[in-house]
């Protein structure tokens, strides 16, 4: 760590404002961000009581004298196996988070209190994606980054009663956008959790989109 550079990323408040969580990143190839290195962590807001519940430490292939730098995809890191990524409370006490744990990359539930983890639509939900909770915890939102081969992406509702997950929507994104220009859906809840928004540029210009669910969620 002593020769990298060092950045807090992806913070966001417990609902009863306990206590915040954030992504310490560091590196030392800012320029490559498939050479970051990823640690989550909770805190209270005086900076008392810091807990640290994931950590990659992995190997960079792209430190290695045989790697072809033509074969890494658009959104590979977004997709990588190391990635800590887009982490959210789903109540005051734990938070999921598109991470590595145990060597395997999920979905995982982490208690911020026991430093219990959990795998969440192991089967299901198996690309990283902007997740939130519904307001009763039953249901998970997310979305997915393009397809290589069909530049779309999947918008999905996880219903963690059942384990299954619906596929409610898929977009297609010019892959010309390139990763700066991207427009990721970003998919939320509205308070009522009847509707959920997304941007998108699937029409040719990126727009913001209302999507009734109210029949899946109150089913």
Partial sequence: MDKAIHWVTHLEI?????????????????????CFLHRLFTVNPDGSDLRLLECTDHPLPQL???FDPHT???FDYEKSEYQI??????????????????????????NDRDNSVEIIGKD????????????????????????????????LLFDTDNDVSYNIGEFFTPPDLGKHNRCDLH??????????????????SRQQYIVDVSRLILN
């Fill in 72 to 74: 890494v995809g658009t």
């Fill in 64 to 66: 290695q004298v045989d």
């Fill in 85 to 110: 990524s887009h982490p959210a409370w789903k109540d005051s006490q734990s938070i999921i988070a598109w991470a590595p744990h145990d060597g395997a990359i999920h979905y995982h539930l982490y």
């Fill in 14 to 34: 417990a609902p009863d404002s306990s206590r915040f969580l954030f992504i310490h990143r560091w590196t030392e190839r800012v320029e490559d961000e498939t």
């Fill in 187 to 204: 998919p939320r809840f509205s308070p009522d959790n009847r509707h959920v928004s997304i941007d998108s540029v699937h029409e040719g």
């Fill in 124 to 155: 299901t939900l198996l690309e990283n994606g902007h997740m939130s909770y519904s307001r009763d915890g039953r249901w998970i939102l997310s979305d997915t980054y393009p397809d290589a081969q069909t530049n779309k992406r999947l918008l």
